[in-house]
C-alpha cells in the first residue's frame, strides 16, 4: 500500500543547531512530495515541495529537501534553527494516478530551545 | 484577509446534535477538501468537491456529509456528532486541474469538541 511516514513525532534542537526532520514513502514509481508547517493555533502553510525538476528544492524560511529515490525520502532540513521554526511539520504525498488525493503523515513536532 | 476562511474557530457541543462547519474561500479555486487532523494521525480526508456539482467521499466519510453551495463555499455537517469526533477539522482549496503537482490551500482550521 502506499503509505508515508515521519521517523520522530518529536524533535528538539538547539537555535543555531541544524534541522532534520526525516520523510520517506512507499511506492515502486516516484510520487509528489510535499512538506506543509503548522504553526501554533493555525492552519497549514506550504514550506516546499517536489515536482520532478529538481532533486533539491528550495523552500520558505530557509527550509530545503532533497529527494532521493534510492532512499524513497524527503527529507526536510535547515541549516541553523530559529526560535521561529518550533511548529508541527507534515510530509505530504501524492502518487500518481486516482485523484487528486493528499496522504498525510503523523507529523513532527518540532522544539527549538535556547 | 484570508483566502480560506472557515466558521466557527471553536466549537463544542453535545453527543447526538447536528452541527455544521462552513469554510468559504476568495481564492476562485473549483477544488475544495474537508480533513479532520488527531494527534500522532496526521490529516484524513473527509471529503472533496471538484466543483459545485462534484462532490466525493473521503477515507473517512462515515458520520459527516457536506454540501457544495457554490464555488466559493463548502460546508461538512456532522448528523449526529458523538465523542470521536472531537478533532481539528480543516477546509482546503486548490486550483485544479494542475496534475499530481498540485498544491492544497488550508484554512485556520475549527476545533470541535464534542462531549
Known amino acids: 500500500a502506499q503509505s508515508v511516514t515521519q521517523l520522530g513525532s518529536h524533535v528538539s534542537v538547539s537555535e543555531g543547531a541544524l534541522v532534520l526532520l526525516r520523510c520517506n514513502y512507499s511506492?515502486?514509481?516516484?510520487?509528489?512530495l510535499f512538506w506543509y508547517v503548522q504553526y501554533p493555533n493555525q492552519g497549514l502553510q506550504l514550506l516546499l515541495k517536489?515536482?520532478?525538476?529538481?532533486?533539491l528544492v528550495k523552500g520558505i524560511n530557509g527550509f530545503e529537501a532533497e529527494f532521493k529515490k534510492s532512499e524513497t525520502s524527503f527529507h526536510l532540513t535547515k541549516p541553523s534553527a530559529h526560535m521561529s521554526d518550533a511548529a508541527e511539520y507534515f510530509c505530504a504525498v501524492r502518487f500518481s494516478g486516482g485523484y487528486n488525493k493528499l496522504i498525510f503523515g503523523a507529523g513532527t513536532r518540532l522544539a527549538v530551545h535556547p | 484577509d484570508a483566502d480560506v476562511t472557515q466558521t466557527p474557530r471553536n466549537r463544542i457541543t453535545k453527543t447526538g446534535k447536528r452541527i455544521m462547519l462552513e469554510c468559504s474561500q476568495t481564492k476562485g479555486h473549483d477544488r475544495m477538501y474537508w480533513y479532520r487532523q488527531d494527534p500522532g494521525l496526521g490529516l484524513r480526508l473527509i471529503y472533496y468537491?471538484?466543483?459545485?456539482?462534484?462532490?466525493n467521499k473521503g477515507e473517512i466519510s462515515d458520520g459527516y456529509s457536506v454540501s457544495r453551495q457554490a464555488q466559493a463555499k463548502f460546508s461538512l455537517s456532522l448528523e449526529s456528532a458523538i465523542p470521536n469526533q472531537t478533532a481539528l477539522y480543516f477546509c482546503a482549496t486548490s486550483e485544479g486541474p494542475s496534475g499530481a503537482q498540485e498544491t492544497q490551500y488550508f484554512g485556520p482550521g475549527t476545533r470541535l469538541l464534542v462531549l
Open positions: 517536489y515536482t520532478s525538476a529538481a532533486t
Open positions: 468537491s471538484f466543483d459545485v456539482k462534484d462532490i
Open positions: 511506492s515502486s514509481v516516484p510520487p509528489y
